[in-house]
């Protein structure tokens, strides 16, 4: 088993994040070179599915929550914070907003999930090596979704 307080993740961490990155990517490119009679299907993909994973990502902060004490205060800040991602991710999607401002809401969504995992590991609920496998994973969602933000506003 890999070491909690090891810094760096383990292998398989970075690969299956990384794999995860593929939609987000290819969604953000799709946005700026598929014809433009598929850029609703391209974004509304790329939308559901960061959707989909901010809910992912804000239920590890419930694992994180369940082996804490459940009387810490700790515990109790992740379990609230765990159940925020996944609403936010919902109300970008379910909620009739203009893209520009669904897109606007996941950006800030996923840096205050990055700063909510980095509060995690300075608290020891979260493994050492976790901040340094979301920095990258963060900042490439983050650019991906103002690559989507930018070909929107110029298209």
Known sequence: MHPFDSPQPPRLAVLLGYAGLLPFVSGAL??????????????A??????AVILGFMGAIHWGLAMRAHEESEAARLQLGLSVIPAL??????????????????????????????L?????????????PLRRPLTFAVVVCLLVTWCGLLLA
Do not use: S
């Open 30 to 43: 799709g946005i700026w070179f598929t014809p433009v009679g598929w850029r609703p299907l391209v974004l």
């Open 45 to 50: 993909a790329l939308l559901d599915y960061a």
């Open 88 to 117: 936010l991710g919902w109300f970008a999607v379910a909620a009739v907003l203009p893209v520009l401002l669904a897109i606007g809401l996941l950006l800030v969504a996923y840096i205050g999930l990055y700063l909510a995992d």
């Open 119 to 131: 509060h995690a590991v300075r608290l020891g609920l979260a493994p050492a090596w976790y901040g």
